[in-house]
């Protein structure tokens, strides 16, 4: 398995207050993904790296910021949390244009 | 938007059953991958098959594409109670660096 941890595991924070989560990798791998997976819509993309400091949106971007200053760490950086911001964020890397390899995840309850 | 469509979103069978899922997509792809998610885990590859490729097997699993109908099947031989899962299908265009994913089809194999 590709080493990836995310961190915090599992977060509960207040509507309005920034969060920062954390991807982390060892495999070198130059793509980098951030989802976001809730019941009935599988997984939707928020964000993805193609290298450092290349970033671009996906599908849910809105809310959402990224950066990526060194080839093993995303951040995700939700700037003022919603509720509708509670979910379970996955963290995903690619070598290339083959399998993508997932972390653990992060639970996240916007209360 | 996904792309990837599976079929049925639920499938109950016994223990030593086979289990058919299926996926469908809207545009041409360069190669389809099938992956399992346990649950309250990430998500683990199974399988990826290539345009030019029509079936392909790996264990007990077994993987068709049909490009023509842009459909893909997964066929899970001898179930087992470790099966369980959900199983997500992900197409690659390769006109990003983006999977694009289905909603995913829960497994159950009753023992």
């Known amino acids: 398995d590709a080493g990836i941890t995310q961190s915090p595991r599992h977060k509960v924070t207040e509507t309005g207050t920034p969060v920062t989560l954390r991807c982390h990798q060892t495999?070198?791998?130059?793509?980098m993904y951030w989802y976001r997976q809730d019941p009935g819509h599988g997984l939707r993309l928020i964000h993805y790296?193609?290298?450092?400091?290349?970033?671009d949106k996906g599908e849910v971007s809105d809310g959402y910021s990224v950066s990526r200053s060194k080839t093993e760490d995303f951040l995700l950086t939700l700037e003022s949390a919603t509720s509708s911001q509670t979910s379970v964020y996955f963290c995903?890397?690619?070598?290339?244009?083959?399998?993508?390899?997932f972390g653990p995840g992060t639970r996240l309850t916007v209360l | 938007s996904q792309q990837g469509e599976e079929d049925p979103q639920a499938l109950s069978i016994q223990e030593g059953e086979n289990a058919t899922m299926n996926c469908s997509y809207k545009t041409s792809i360069n190669n389809l991958q099938w992956y399992r998610q346990n649950s309250g885990r990430g998500l683990v590859h199974l399988i990826l098959?290539?345009?030019n490729e029509r079936e392909k097997h790996s264990g007990r699993l077994r993987v068709t594409l049909d490009t023509s109908k842009k459909s893909s099947s997964l066929l899970i031989t001898a179930s087992r109670a470790a099966d369980t899962a959900s199983y997500f299908c992900?197409?690659?265009?390769?006109?990003?660096?983006?999977?694009?994913w289905g909603a995913g089809t829960k497994l159950i194999i009753k023992p």
């Open positions: 995903a890397t690619r070598l290339d244009y083959n399998e993508q390899f």
């Open positions: 992900a197409t690659d265009a390769r006109s990003n660096y983006q999977l694009i």
């Open positions: 790296s193609y290298g450092v400091k290349d970033t």
């Open positions: 495999e070198n791998h130059r793509y």
């Open positions: 098959i290539r345009s």
